[in-house]
């Protein structure tokens, strides 16, 4: 099983709705969340960080369930420019290594 | 500033070949981090810098060496290229350590090794 698990999508939608994804890790001892924002044949940019306590940054929400652990990202009012691949990164202290999703393309459409 | 910027963009290889990776940082950051990317893999580790003249590995070292003798250069090594090592290279660094902090990604080196 792989340590961070990401549906890879394509997920298409269009402008203005409202999407969600997934990640799953499988290390209990993980502690530390990210989401990154990668656009085609570019490289990956921080987009937020997950906290505990979930956090919200305009039109993005991200969200930990450690009982079941996953996190998760949501997106509303999307726009055109949201279309990117989105990349999980999760933190264990132990291994004190990132690991990176492969990531879950959204495409969004007119 | 320029941010991480990486050398070259692009390159075409023969096994066997060898050939350096440049990677630049003008942040003054503490660590720098080489990552490959492969279809349906993800980024993986491999080799990183906790400061000048340290290196360590990390998840994938096999085949690559490194070095770090400035504090904003971050070379990596490939001396005898293999197909295995096709992929993209990104270059990163962060301004403390490689758990907690956002790590700030160069363009990518796209190489192919036939």
């Known amino acids: 099983r792989k340590e961070v698990e990401q549906d890879p999508g394509p997920f298409n939608v269009p402008e203005g709705a409202t999407v969600a994804f997934n990640c799953t890790y499988s290390?209990?001892?993980?502690?530390?969340f990210f989401w990154y924002r990668q656009d085609c044949r570019k490289e990956p940019k921080l987009l937020m960080s997950?906290?505990?306590s979930g956090n919200e940054d305009g039109r993005f929400t991200a969200q930990l369930n450690r009982a079941s652990q996953y996190i998760s990202l949501l997106i509303r009012d999307s726009k055109l420019s949201d279309s990117a691949t989105y990349l999980c990164?999760?933190?264990?202290?132990?291994?004190?290594?990132?690991?990176f999703g492969t990531g879950t393309r959204l495409q969004v459409f007119p | 500033n320029a941010g991480v910027t990486q050398t070259p963009k692009f390159r075409v290889l023969k096994t066997g070949q060898s050939m350096t990776l440049l990677c630049a940082q003008d942040?003054?950051?503490?660590?720098m981090y080489w990552y490959r990317q492969d279809p349906g893999m993800g980024l993986r580790l491999i080799h990183y810098?906790?400061?000048?003249?340290?290196?360590a590995k990390g998840e994938v070292p096999d085949g690559y060496n490194v070095s770090r003798l400035k504090k904003q250069n971050f070379l990596l090594g490939l001396e005898s290229a293999a197909p295995s090592q096709t992929s993209v290279y990104f270059c990163?660094?962060?301004?403390?350590?490689?758990?907690?902090?956002?790590?700030?990604f160069g363009p990518g080196t796209r190489l192919t090794v036939t």
């Open positions: 990163a660094s962060s301004d403390r350590g490689l758990a907690a902090y956002e790590q700030y």
């Open positions: 290390n209990s001892a993980s502690q530390s």
């Open positions: 997950v906290y505990s």
């Open positions: 990164v999760v933190v264990s202290y132990n291994t004190d290594k990132l690991i």
């Open positions: 942040m003054n950051h503490e660590y």
């Open positions: 810098s906790v400061g000048e003249g340290t290196t």
